[in-house]
Structures are given as structure tokens and as C-alpha cells.
């Protein structure tokens, strides 16, 4: 085992043994549910378990949602020998039994840890024990690893993520690795040979548009809006394997629903990990029917794996495009403004070229079908310009596929 010294130096210097990331892992953007957007510290073995029974039960997991994760809080101390137990209170059967009752579900169940110290709630981190933490959630039978960034004053980012890659991979189980570092030290740039996902911006809030600050030393959420123009211009970046993460979903938190469609819609869109946030044992239709509607998440789980773009924006309406196999295409008409929006569709207009895919898109020279995926209707073909009215901060999204 590596000593807290050895450990030391390699998180200051910023180099590790040469080891690999597991590859075959987030083909497609992970698809799950976490404790924290809801529940915060407020979690314990018997309400996870019934997470897992809703997740099966609500037709979830047949959706894709397949990752349980449990976030911050699950930590007991760590016994003589420097290993990290389960708080004996919250979860006393222990972890390893939850994993298997998971398991058991034809579910996976992620974890959380800090690189530092402490995690961000004052919980043993994994500074000093990456290697001995790793085997505890290889033999727990963990899948998922959510590794936050708190009280790491001194610490090189990316000596620490490949200190626990290094170690993940040594643990002999294939575990997928969240990078949980906010953006801070522009993760895109260095993440994609560590983890399958790295978090872009600071923590989202149930708030569509939040540009307000509490000031230094407070938790400051952003808006959906503020994480969408951070996580935007970074998509040649994201790919299979290796995504941008713009944090958990917070449809079914006390949003509008209009506001949840718009926020799941550009999610897929951006080809962002859906990681649920809401009580799904406790949601309502509207929020159901939102996280559970397959012809979107298609959108979000496309083989090609391209994060889309804002292509245009006219008017407080954007326009986004996110390439799909097969030479099919994802439009999303977005109305960023409080009032609804009537707007023309011409198709001329639309054209468009893919530096990602190196595809070019002509709708107008290329008749396409025109599949609305929120109401899953066909409304015609793209020789014919159509005139729509989008509601204040609200999405209409289309599929469009060419025609022989």
C-alpha cells in the first residue's frame, strides 16, 4: 500500500504509475439516480433499498436508469487499519449488502468520496487511503465512483484523479469513475484519459435562471441556464467514453414543468450524463413522463455520441443541433424568454455544417420527416417551411430523418 508520504508527494508533483482508466464503461452517457439533489446528508440503507424498488417498479430502469448512487454521508470512521466503514446507524447491514440487494435488481449502486481529507461534509475522504478505499468498493461490489474535490488546498488536480484512477484499476473491478472537480482546473482538457466523466461547473440548484450569488464562503447554485452556457462550448470534448458533466438533473424539484422539460431537453441534447435528482418513489405524471420519455432519451444515448450545439439564437430563440447516426438529426427549438414565441421553421435557413462529424445538414435539399418527440407526432417533411409557437422557457424537439 502506498503511504500517506508516497501519496504526498505524487499528488504535489502531479504524476502517477502509468495505468488506465476501465475502457469499456460510458459507451454512451451514464443514466442513473443520486441521493444528493433531494436528500442531502438525509439517507440510510432502507431508503436507498426503496430508491432501487422505484426505479424498477416506475419502469426506470427499463429506461436506462441503471446507477443507484448513494452521495455524501453514507461514511462511518475508518477501523485501526485505516479502513473506511459504513456509518452503523444509517446503513447497519453495511454496504456490501446494499450492492447485492442492487445488484439483486438488475441495478448498479455508485458511491461517493473526496480526494481530500474530508468530503465536502466533513466525512473521511480518501487522501492517504486511494488504494485501500478502492479495494473496500471492489469488494463491496461498487460500480460507480462520484470523487469530489472539497477541502484540497494543496492538492494537484490531476495528480489526484490519477492517483484514484491508478488505484480503481488496480482494484480489479471494473468501477466508472465521476470526476467531481466543478471545472475548476478545466477537466475537459486533461479528464478524458481518467475518468468517464468530469463535472464542468459548480453545483446546479432547482432554479431555471440564477446568476445571483450569496458571496465568498457560501454555497452558490446555478441555474440551468448558467450551467447550459458553461457546458455548451465544450462539446469536442465529450465522446464515449469520456463525457462533459453539467451536474444532476433536478426535474421533479420544484421547477415548472415547462422549465423540467426545457432542463431534461438540453441535457440530452448536450449528451450529459442523466443522473436523476428527484424522489422517484414520490413524483408526479409530469415528472414521469418527462424522465421517462424514451424517444428523448434516444437522443441523449445516440451511438454516435456527439454532444449537440446552439447553433443559432434569434430573438431569445435558440436553436440546437445534435447529429445522429444514420444521418438523422436532433433539432431543438429552445424559447429562453418568459412569453411564448411563434416562429417560421424555413428549412433554407437551417442548413448547416458538423466540424465533430464533418457532416453537412441541407434539410431544404434533403427532405426530411419531422418526428416531434415531446408530443410523438410526425408533422410532415422539411420541403414545406412550418410556423410553431414555443411557450416561455420551453422546448420543442424534433427528430429529422432524411427520406429515400
Known amino acids: 500500500m502506498l503511504t500517506a508520504v508516497a501519496v504526498s508527494g505524487l499528488l ?41 424498488d422505484a426505479m424498477v417498479s416506475s419502469g426506470l430502469a427499463d429506461c436506462g436508469y441503471v446507477y443507484v448512487n448513494i452521495d455524501d454521508c453514507w461514511h462511518g470512521g475508518r477501523d485501526e487499519e485505516g479502513y473506511i466503514q459504513s456509518d452503523p446507524e ?156 453539467p451536474d444532476m438533473l433536478e426535474v421533479g424539484n420544484g421547477m415548472k414543468v415547462n422549465e423540467d422539460r426545457a432542463h431534461f431537453t438540453l441535457w440530452c441534447m448536450m449528451a450529459a450524463p442523466l443522473i436523476l435528482g428527484n424522489d422517484v418513489r414520490d413524483m408526479s405524471e409530469e415528472t414521469k413522463s418527462i424522465i421517462s420519455n424514451r424517444e428523448v432519451i434516444a437522443v441523449d444515448q445516440d451511438e454516435l455520441g456527439v454532444q449537440g450545439w446552439r447553433f443559432i439564437v434569434r430573438d431569445g430563440v435558440e436553436y440546437w443541433y445534435k447529429p445522429l447516426v444514420n444521418d438523422q438529426w436532433a433539432l431543438c427549438v429552445f424559447n429562453r424568454n418568459v412569453d411564448p414565441r411563434k416562429v417560421t421553421l424555413d428549412w433554407h435557413d437551417l442548413a448547416t455544417y458538423d466540424v465533430m462529424t464533418k457532416r453537412y445538414f441541407s434539410p431544404a435539399d434533403k427532405t426530411h420527416s419531422i418526428r416531434n418527440l415531446w408530443t410523438h407526432k ?27
Open 12 to 52: 504535489l508533483s502531479g504524476s502517477t504509475v502509468n495505468a488506465q482508466k476501465w475502457e469499456d464503461l460510458a459507451k454512451t452517457p451514464p443514466m442513473g439516480w443520486s441521493s444528493w439533489n433531494k436528500f442531502g446528508g438525509n439517507i440510510n440503507e432502507n431508503s436507498i433499498r426503496e430508491i432501487a
Open 90 to 245: 444509517r446503513f447497519p447491514s453495511g454496504i456490501k449488502a446494499l450492492a447485492d440487494y442492487v445488484h439483486g435488481k438488475g441495478l448498479k449502486l455508485g458511491i461517493y468520496s473526496d480526494a481530500g481529507c474530508k468530503t465536502c461534509a466533513g466525512e473521511p475522504g480518501s487522501l492517504g487511503h486511494e488504494y485501500q478505499d478502492a479495494r473496500t468498493y471492489a469488494k463491496w461490489g461498487v460500480d460507480y465512483l462520484k470523487y469530489d474535490w472539497c477541502n484540497t488546498p494543496d492538492q494537484n488536480s490531476i495528480g489526484s484523479y490519477r492517483l484514484m484512477r491508478d488505484a480503481l484499476r488496480a482494484s480489479g473491478r471494473p468501477i466508472l469513475f465521476s470526476i467531481c472537480e466543478w471545472g475548476s482546473t478545466k477537466p475537459w482538457e486533461w479528464a478524458g484519459e481518467i475518468g468517464h466523466m468530469w463535472r464542468t461547473t459548480g453545483d446546479i440548484g432547482a432554479m431555471f435562471d440564477n446568476d445571483k450569488s450569496f458571496g465568498e464562503g457560501f454555497w452558490n447554485p446555478l441555474g440551468v441556464m448558467q450551467i447550459v452556457d458553461k457546458n455548451e462550448p465544450l462539446r469536442k470534448y465529450a465522446g464515449p467514453g469520456h463525457w462533459n458533466d
Open 378 to 404: 410526425d408533422e410532415g417533411r422539411t420541403d414545406k417551411n412550418i410556423t410553431i409557437t414555443v411557450p416561455g422557457r420551453d422546448v420543442v424537439l424534433y427528430r429529422l430523418a432524411p427520406l429515400p
